[in-house]
Structure formats: C-alpha cells, structure tokens
C-alpha cells in the first residue's frame, strides 16, 4: 500500500463500503433527523450537490454501521470488517457521533419508534 490512507478506512475498503451502498450515506435516523422525505434514509451521494448546509460537495465516510462503534478509537475502527461498516455523509456521522458521545448508556430510539 502506497499514497495516503484515508481517515477511517483503506481506500479499497472505503470503495467497497460506498459500492455496497450505492454511494449513499446509510443513516436511518440515528443522527437524530427522521429523514421521513427520503424513505426514512438519509438521501446525501457521494460527490453530490448539497443544497444547504454550506453547499459544495457531500463527501460520504466509511465509519462503523453501529452508532455506539463511532466513538471506538481510530486504530478499532480501522480494524472492522466491511460488513460492520455503513457509508455516512459527515452530517450525519457527526451528529450521531455527537448523541452517542451524550447518550452512551440510554439505546438509541428506534426510528420506528416514532411513529
Ligand atoms: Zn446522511
Ligand atoms: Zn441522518
């Protein structure tokens, strides 16, 4: 392995991660957004146009698929295999990171839950 590694996770498992999620992030409300418009899943592509938040380019994460695993050290992390990986847009990974990090005893609620 050559060039810089990403963040998270290798290059080739970050690839692998997006192609098993059609490069669309994976949060299903865990963020603490319901995303109720776009079938209760988070509608951010890789390199798609953002609209709000800032605009520019989404960039989607390869980051643990379990809420409670985002907060694991980088080095665990990086050792996950790709099934227990999800694609997350930065909005999403930070704000459910952030509910982790406040909530880390509480479950998180069910999105189903809320209906
Ligand atoms: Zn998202
Ligand atoms: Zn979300």
């Given at each position: 392995m050559t060039g810089r590694v990403p963040p998270l996770a290798g290059a080739g498992l970050w690839q692998a991660v997006m192609a098993a999620a059609a490069g669309r992030c994976q949060c299903r409300g865990t963020c603490g957004t319901t995303h109720a418009k776009t079938d209760g899943r988070c509608d951010r592509v890789h390199n798609g146009y953002q609209t709000?938040?800032?605009?520019g380019r989404v960039r989607l994460l390869a980051a643990p698929a379990d809420p409670a695993a985002l907060l694991l050290p980088a080095h665990r992390v990086a050792a996950l295999p790709k099934r227990e990986l999800a694609a997350w847009c930065e909005r999403c990974h930070d704000a459910t990171r952030t509910r982790q990090t406040k909530q880390d005893i509480t479950p998180a609620v069910e999105p189903d839950a809320l209906f």
């Open positions: 709000r938040h800032g605009g």
